[in-house]
């Protein structure tokens, strides 16, 4: 045999070299399938749990806005009188106005302050000073 050749030992070692690279690579291979199948698992169930809590959130009733506090009147007569005329007003009012169609003697000082004081606890705004109306979304419960 000539330097080129090779024997038949060389081959064997050759071929049990390299059927030990392909076990380690095979090996290599097995841990990551191993490894890629517990993040596909892991994925599995979080996808799992997004659906269940898609799931829940639409058979859940729409949340109904909380309805506001009824508007309360203050106790005296008066009041009740001028909430009259503002609903059968309808435009802006001032205290002069309020008085005569409530044919009291014009007293729009005193007529005033009450108008002042619905238009705090927001039951009558104040469009401009002087100049009284129900509020555009008025609440249907004013408790008298």
Do not use: W
Not at 109 to 128: F, G, W
């Amino acid at each position: 045999m000539t330097g080129g050749e090779l024997t038949l030992g060389a081959v064997l070692a050759r071929l049990e070299e390299r059927e030990r690279e392909i076990a380690a690579q095979a090996e290599t291979t097995r841990e990551q399938i191993t490894q890629l199948t517990a993040q596909l698992d892991e994925l599995g169930r979080a996808a799992e749990e997004v659906r269940i809590t898609r799931k829940t959130l639409l058979a859940l009733p729409d949340p109904q806005p909380p309805a506001p506090p009824a508007l309360k009147l203050p106790d005296h007569p008066a009041y009740r009188q001028i909430m009259t005329v503002f609903t059968a007003a309808d435009h802006p009012l001032r205290a002069r106005q309020v008085c005569e169609a409530m044919d009291l003697e014009i007293a729009p000082n005193n007529v005033r302050l009450k108008l002042k004081r619905l238009a705090d606890r927001r039951i009558l705004a104040e469009t401009e000073p002087g100049l009284f109306t129900r509020p555009r979304q008025q609440s249907p419960g004013i408790q008298p």
